[in-house]
């Protein structure tokens, strides 16, 4: 990681900030981001009872070696995005019950990314990641860039009808009330289901020909596929493994298991990553019973300091906003947990990468360094798997 990860461009008055930008990530490669969308004629969408289903998606990918590239910059998320999370984080009905203003906050952040590189197939490997239930998309980018930059093309997929708020290519906005959708298992089944057909709507859709003439910047290899989530994103990433032959492994981050993967098994590399306090033992996670199904290489870790939404960028992007801070560390605490921002995005990012290196490798990586890395990195407990 860069030990300044963040440059504050401040106004002439007041001292408000005017944007800040965040720059590339310090793994090997710097990167690029695209985003598009794909259209599935063959459903209905299942929440506007559209004829086709529109599926936004975002490519991050290597472009080439980190320093060396072509620098742009680009929103951190669209602005009707940005401006929406702004005011409903803090709010007493909708979010958090925060006493502290987010104005000025998404709305003003930017990413410091490569141009794409030419139109060639790049040989990365490619890793899916589905959203928790009402989050954007954007809200994992620089989570995803930082994976990204290590050496892979990193597809974070959209789900309408699931997320809070979306801004759709075309600048139309799309406000949804999820509420219905958590109201019990049946319907987080259903949206579970929903992700697992997108998800593989999407990974089929890069994979042709067509999509690739249409695309020029985005050519993918996806001979080598795996996937993970958050919250109901990582139950759909472990139901996508039962699925779909095409992963090779996947994990789940701190999402309660509804589904398939409580009632089938794989062999397939697994992960199971909480927050604190979330484990086997807290029976609503449903992750015994999950535990149980996975038959192949697996560990289950704990994210020390944390809480759910300690898997999104959030924690890294208030701490170095200055939003958190020692007088309101306790205040936001229950929203980004008491870990240090940065050791968050580390964390996560440094385990994910030994995980995938593990999945790709075809058994030239052992399992074991996964676990490893989980105890040199910092604030990760090994609970529990393979080869502990």
Request: hydrophobic share 40%; with cysteine; charged share 15%.
């Amino acid at each position: 990681m860069h030990s300044s990860l963040i440059t504050i461009l401040l106004l002439a008055t007041g001292g408000t900030i005017a944007k800040f930008i965040i720059p590339q990530p310090n793994g090997p490669y710097g990167v690029s981001l695209i985003d598009a969308q794909v259209i599935d004629e063959s459903r209905r969408d299942p929440y506007t009872n559209a004829s086709a289903r529109i599926i936004p998606f975002t490519v991050i990918s290597p472009a080439g070696p980190a320093g060396k590239c072509n620098v742009t910059v680009q929103p951190y998320m669209p602005n009707a995005t940005a401006s929406f999370w702004e005011q409903v984080i803090p709010s007493p009905t909708d979010g958090w019950n925060l006493s502290i203003s987010f104005n000025n906050t998404f709305t003003q952040a930017e990413l410091s990314l490569c141009k794409p590189v030419p139109a060639q197939q790049n040989e990365y490997p490619v890793i899916l990641f589905s959203p928790a239930l009402g989050n954007s998309r954007e809200f994992y980018h620089i989570m995803c860039m930082n994976l990204a930059s290590q050496g892979y093309n990193v597809i974070t997929v959209e789900e309408p009808g699931q997320v809070g708020v979306l801004t759709y290519a075309d600048g139309d906005v799309q406000i949804t009330d999820i509420s219905a959708i958590e109201s019990d298992d049946q319907t987080l089944i259903a949206a579970v289901d929903v992700r697992v057909a997108d998800l593989d709507f999407v990974l089929t859709t890069i994979s042709s020909p067509s999509f690739r003439a249409s695309h020029p910047n985005i050519q993918l290899n996806t001979s080598k596929v795996a996937i993970f989530g958050h919250s109901l994103g990582g139950a759909a990433s472990l139901a996508s493994i039962v699925n779909n032959t095409r992963y090779l492994g996947g994990a789940n981050l701190d999402g309660q298991v509804v589904g398939t993967p409580l009632t089938h098994t794989t062999t397939k590399p697994s992960m199971i990553f909480g927050s604190t306090g979330h484990n086997q033992s807290l029976a609503v996670l449903n992750w015994d019973t999950t535990w149980k199904n996975l038959l192949g290489w697996k560990v289950e870790l704990g994210l020390e300091d944390s809480v759910h939404y300690s898997f999104t960028d959030l924690p890294f992007l208030l701490e170095t906003l200055g939003l958190e801070n020692a007088s309101t560390k306790q205040i936001l605490a229950p929203l980004v947990g008491t870990i240090d921002g940065k050791q968050a995005l580390k964390s996560v990012v440094g385990v994910m990468h030994s995980f995938f290196q593990f999945v790709f490798s075809g058994g030239a990586v052992k399992g074991v360094s996964v676990v490893n890395e989980a105890k040199a990195v910092g604030q990760v407990a090994v609970l529990n798997g393979t080869n502990v």
